[in-house]
């Protein structure tokens, strides 16, 4: 459910990674990643960064599933713990946060400006195709305030 399952090139990679080597790159990605941020690496910060983006792929992470994937690669993190990251680096402009919902959200490591699908009956959330959408115009904003960004969540369901 929108979790480390999925193909890669889909934004739901797996961030499995083994051996030495690996392990070290991934920590060094999530530190100059934090850097990038302005963030200070804390062992929490560092340990959840290099499971969003140490294999240098992007993908879209709801908390739950960071926390198990954490927890699973024998990290103590809690829950709110992992709450509060996500924020902080969304905040400090390294995750763009999705809300599918009034309850859930899903973060993305590719911060540009793309479309998503989001299917209701499995809860998982990929990309549209790059250049897929186009929109058209917008209304004019209430006086005194700005358009800061459009969403687009494509909904889908089993047909």
């Known amino acids: 459910m929108g979790d480390f399952t999925g ?3 889909d934004g739901n990679q797996s961030c499995a990674a083994s051996g030495g080597d690996v392990a070290a790159g991934a920590e060094r990605r999530a530190g100059r990643w934090l850097a990038r941020g ?5 062992r929490q910060r560092l340990t959840l960064a290099t499971l969003l983006i140490g294999d240098g792929h992007d993908r879209h992470v ?6 198990e994937a954490a927890a699973r690669s024998g990290q103590k ?3 709110a713990t992992v709450y509060n990251t ?5 905040e400090a402009g390294l995750l763009t946060e999705i809300k599918v919902d009034n309850s859930r959200s899903y973060f993305d490591t590719d911060t540009t400006d793309h479309a998503y699908f989001f299917c209701d009956g499995d809860g998982r959330l990929t990309d549209a195709p790059p250049g897929s959408v186009r929109i058209a115009a917008l209304p004019e904003p209430p006086e005194g ?10 909904r889908l369901r089993k047909g």
């Open 7 to 9: 193909n890669p090139g």
């Open 38 to 42: 302005g963030l200070r690496p804390t």
């Open 62 to 67: 709801c908390a739950e599933g960071l926390y």
């Open 77 to 79: 993190v809690s829950l």
């Open 86 to 90: 996500l924020r902080s680096f969304t």
């Open 145 to 154: 305030t700005e358009i800061a960004k459009v969403e687009v969540v494509i």
